[in-house]
């Protein structure tokens, strides 16, 4: 490394040589101190004149002027090419991505009317796919995405992606457009029983349904009578918000599982429309799924098997007072 350099104790002569603009070489093998043209030591080096170390003397008390590289002579780190690290920015970002995609949200598109109008066809939701891993298991009035159970979709016709749509589905960064899943809301869970009459209100667990908050305008919860239905555990009962439009679990329950889909077949709950951004919208369970009643209560049996003792723990702690009298 060049560096010019003047010592403080030079003579008239070394003071010309530094007039001149001569520069000395630190030499990193010798470890000696470096000498000028006259043959004289200048002061600088591994120990100057004056006992100072480290750098070049300045002056008459020995201190070294740091230089750039903090007196080590090594050369400064050069710098990485930005185009260089391009490949690994992106590398990492398509990692983060598709980790996204795998445990916390996917973007879906829907493709047809059927929710309306809480989802039009086109939008674009992004869908809960971290809270199943913790157990969490759907819920009465969510809207959520499921694999076709078989037979649903198979009139369903897909375009064909390219490689370019596949890769980035594959990544998250796209709706698949290969995977047929569906989108509909719940009704009902394990263990309820789900039924309508013709024109009238779905009813669950005895309960009419008051579903005009989701509803597509027009539209009655059901044309054709069915149920009432209990649906198995671990299965849903699923309908459409546009219910003259919408293909749901009324009309398969001629397949296995009589129109309930596993809950394995979920892959999450859809929980915010980000597209278009004019349609930006969180989707919450509406107020009816928490009217008080919703909730089976026991079965007769299971409360007179609940009540049998405390009757005849009453019973007998009366006859041991009639026999202390």
Known sequence: MAVGARSGQDGPEDRADGARGESVTEDNTSGGGTSSPGGEPDGTGGTGRSGGTGGFGDGADGTGAADETGGSGAHPRKQRSFWKELPLLIGIALILALLIKTFLVQAFSI??????NTLKK??????????PWFGSEPERGEV?????????????QTPAPNAIQKFLSFIGLMPSAEEKDLIKRVIAVGGDTVSCKAGGKVVLNGKELDETAYLFPGSVPCQDSFGPIKV???????MGDNRQNSLDSRFHQELPGGGTVAEDQVVGR?????WPVTR???????????????DQALPAAAGFAGALPLVLWRRKKRAARHTAE
Request: aromatic share 8%.
């Open 144 to 156: 959520v995405v499921f694999h076709d159970p078989g037979g649903w979709l198979e009139t369903a």
């Open 270 to 274: 859809a929980v915010l429309v980000v």
């Open 122 to 131: 086109g939008d674009r939701v992004l869908v809960d796919k971290l809270t």
């Open 111 to 116: 493709p047809s009317e059927s929710m309306m």
């Open 280 to 294: 930006w919208a969180t989707l919450p369970v509406p107020d009816v799924f928490d009217q008080p009643g919703l």
């Open 232 to 238: 198995p555990q671990d299965r849903i009962w699923v």
